[in-house]
């Protein structure tokens, strides 16, 4: 009996012993830091070269689209071929040499659509990329986007004369799928480790584009013209980007991986009246704001003020800004809070495409370009930013950010053959440069409501 009553008791002892031990557990369980409650380092080696490694995600992806060429509808009411345009002995990026050489038989607007495509997946395929990154798959997303970019480049170098569907399915299908998976990781990663300092990070990492603009089309033209021909000047960008992009994988890791599976959209955004609005002034920018990069260098040329060789740097000129505007004006950001920056950029943008049109020599041109790259910069810079502040759950922001980017993308498509059609029955650049410029002051119109609602008229450096 006695020998029963002191086992009940040692039983007793020990359950309220583990009872007690398990307690201290939960508690310390619920006092740990959650997944979204991990402090971003701001700064640090590992950041800075995550960063880098974004930079040349950035290089690699916007850079080569903005270099791409001078998109366009249908020119022919004005220009009989692509000779009439960009002459023979000097040629620019694919689009240009694709009319001259490689595709001729096929309209303009069919050889643009290869351009337009590839731009559009970039951001579409932000559906998919996004959560999968909230997810813990940056790696894994940086890894097929590598892999895709580096197989469809290749097998671009091997396509035949006159096959439209060989260059369509490498360049268009093959590379921009590549470059959408890892576009919107790239366009996230800063966040996980930056916070007070996030506009200088995410814009160092964006001004990949306006470095690769310039490299990409001075680089492919240049070799172009040499015995090595269209197969290696784009094998050498090909391995121009395995190079680069091996770095991007290799230092872009995430700070922390979240299990939780993630919904392909996060339908509580749709909820946020600002997001909305904030969406609605995305799709509206999108149709306009690359139309300086397609149509500068053919406007100058039209007007006869600059020859054509030196109009071929017109877009250049524009990329070089937009690399020197995604520096600045996030720095801006800093002294005067993202949203008010983001929408003094949007303003400048729109004003500087307005500019286009009194834009009647060598100077003016150039400048405006410059201007236009400049400001525009900003706003794609900053973008992400904006995003990050208007979303609650940090472990959300590649969603945000995918489904922002994906929605926005319908810009991206319409916003070039509306502009080629403007130009093909007015034969006037005058009407494209109020269109595109209109769209962006409607858009920044939408940027500011979007401010208000979030922050109403009060003005904090913070905000």
Not at 25 to 52: F, H, K, N, Q
Not at 286 to 308: C, D, N
Request: hydrophobic share 45%; with cysteine.
């Amino acid at each position: 009996m006695s020998t029963s009553s002191s086992r009940s008791i040692t039983q007793r002892s020990s359950d309220k012993h583990d009872a007690s031990k398990s307690g201290k557990i939960v508690s310390d369980l619920s006092t740990a830091p959650s997944y979204s409650e991990i402090e971003p380092p701001d700064g640090g080696v590992r950041a800075w070269l995550a960063i880098a490694g974004a930079f040349f995600v950035w290089f690699n992806s916007w850079g080569p689209i903005n270099a791409y060429g001078n998109k366009a509808f249908d020119f022919k009411p004005m220009f009989k071929t692509f000779t009439d345009i960009f002459g023979t002995d000097h040629v620019g990026m694919f689009q240009s040499y694709y009319g001259i050489h490689f595709l001729e038989s096929f309209s303009v607007s069919e050889i643009a659509f290869v351009g337009s495509v590839q731009n559009f997946l970039v951001l579409f395929v932000g559906f998919l990329s996004g959560p999968l990154y909230d997810a813990g798959y940056a790696s894994h997303l940086l890894l097929s986007g590598v892999m895709l970019t580096i197989l469809g480049t290749m097998a671009l170098s091997l396509a035949h004369h006159g096959q439209y569907y060989q260059v369509f399915l490498s360049q268009a299908i093959c590379v921009g799928l590549g470059w959408g998976l890892m576009f919107t990781p790239t366009a996230s990663i800063p966040s996980r480790f930056f916070k007070k300092r996030l506009p200088l990070a995410a814009g160092f990492a964006s001004a990949g584009t306006g470095v690769g603009g310039i490299v990409y089309s001075i680089a492919f033209s240049r070799i172009l013209h040499t015995s090595l021909g269209f197969a290696w000047a784009t094998r050498t960008l090909g391995f121009l980007a395995l190079t680069t992009l091996l770095f991007s994988i290799l230092t872009m890791c995430t700070r922390a991986q979240s299990t939780v599976r993630r919904r392909l959209i996060d339908c509580t955004a749709f909820q946020d009246r600002a997001y909305n609005v904030y969406l609605a002034g995305g799709i509206l920018t999108m149709i306009g704001l690359q139309a300086p990069y397609y149509y500068a260098s053919l406007y100058a040329t039209e007007l006869g003020v600059t020859s054509t060789p030196v109009a071929f740097y017109v877009v250049t000129a524009m990329n070089g800004g937009s690399c020197l505007g995604r520096l600045v004006i996030p720095f801006v950001a800093l002294l005067i809070g993202v949203f008010d920056a983001f929408i003094l950029a949007y303003i400048a943008t729109c004003t500087s495409c307005f500019c286009f049109i009194g834009a009647r020599s060598n100077e003016a041109i150039f400048a405006v370009a410059t201007l236009y790259g400049f400001f525009s910069g900003g706003v794609v810079a900053l973008s992400p930013v904006t995003l990050v502040r208007m979303t609650p759950d940090p472990t959300l922001v590649g969603t945000r950010i995918g489904m922002t980017f994906a929605i926005s993308s319908i810009g991206v498509l319409v916003g070039s053959p509306i502009c080629g059609a403007i130009l093909k029955t007015s034969n006037n650049y005058t009407y494209v440069w109020m269109f595109s410029g209109t769209c962006i002051a409607v858009g920044a119109v939408f940027m500011l409501l979007c401010r208000v609602e979030l922050f109403g008229m009060t003005f904090d450096k913070n905000k």
